[in-house]
């Protein structure tokens, strides 16, 4: 498998999103949208504004801005 890791830029916006293989839902019940979202708050909200939004069954999308070093320090 070929994977390319980039790292994300300061005080740069970026459309987020993912999707179940072959479109299986990534959610299946409602506690894992809380779930989701409760690990969203504690890795990316600290370093990030979100400024749209939206869980579907099997895909998500985010849009944020990752904060400038200042804002994260």
């Known amino acids: 498998m070929n994977t390319?890791?980039?790292p994300l830029e300061h005080d740069t916006y970026y459309h987020i999103?993912?999707?179940?293989i072959d479109g299986c839902d990534l959610f299946r019940e409602a506690n894992n949208y809380k779930r989701f979202l409760e690990l969203y708050d504690k890795h990316i909200e600290p370093i990030?504004?979100?400024y749209a939004w939206?869980?579907?069954?099997?895909h998500f999308h985010?849009?944020?801005r990752?904060?400038?070093k200042?804002?994260?320090l």
Do not use: C, H, Q, W
């Open 4 to 6: 390319t890791n980039t």
């Open 54 to 58: 939206v869980l579907m069954p099997n």
């Open 70 to 72: 200042a804002e994260i």
């Open 66 to 68: 990752i904060k400038s």
């Open 62 to 64: 985010l849009l944020v």
């Open 48 to 50: 990030s504004d979100t």
């Open 17 to 20: 999103y993912n999707r179940g």
